[in-house]
């Protein structure tokens, strides 16, 4: 006989399982609303390692975002350099969330090629992954102007994995 606490944690599992569920199918549905965006040129530029200021500097960043899908993501490549001399390459894939007709807000996720170790700062491992999430209002023409915040960490790949966050403003030109 499961006791009362059994019985809890398990009804709490499946309101979890639920809710998230309901989470994807609502994030997919709202992705779907605004299907005629074209693929977008973003250029960025910001604030690169904000957080915890080991070795801080403007990051610049360009980005091709595609317009066609993959179920509901959309792959987009970035190249990314800031002051300190640290760059990235990279690709990934991102959703785009519609919160009514003018608003956007943008997971995105990249695996990245890092290069550029400093005095201050050591990523650890030439491969990083970066997450970012971006808030942008969407202009009549399409165009996007929007601030994102991006994590940069190699996801324990090596021993030394410290991280790096950045602030950045995006203007996004659609591409037709």
């Known amino acids: 006989m499961q006791s ?3 019985k809890s944690s398990i009804y709490s599992r499946i309101c979890t399982g639920a809710v998230a569920l309901a989470a994807v199918l609502v ?3 709202l992705a779907d ?4 965006d074209p693929s977008f040129i973003t250029l960025s530029a910001g604030w690169f390692d904000f957080n915890r200021k080991h ?3 403007g990051e610049f960043r360009l980005e091709y975002r595609s317009n066609r899908k993959l179920w509901h993501f959309k792959p987009f490549v970035t190249a990314a350099a800031a002051s300190n001399g640290m760059t990235f390459l990279g690709a990934g894939f991102l959703i785009d969330i519609y919160l009514g007709r003018h608003w956007v807000v ?3 996720f990249a695996v990245t090629w890092w290069r550029g170790k400093t005095e201050h700062l050591d990523l650890g ?3 990083e992954f970066r997450s970012q999430l971006e808030v ?3 202009f009549d023409n399409r165009a996007r102007l929007g601030l994102s915040i991006s994590h940069y960490s190699n996801s324990k790949l090596a021993r ?3 991280g790096a966050e950045s602030l950045m403003l995006n203007y996004s030109i659609p591409v037709r």
């Open 4 to 6: 009362i606490s059994q």
């Open 27 to 29: 994030v997919a549905t």
């Open 33 to 36: 609303r605004q299907a005629d």
């Open 55 to 57: 070795d801080q500097g």
């Open 106 to 108: 943008t997971p995105s």
């Open 125 to 127: 491992h030439p491969v």
């Open 136 to 138: 942008a209002y969407r």
């Open 160 to 162: 030394k994995n410290p």
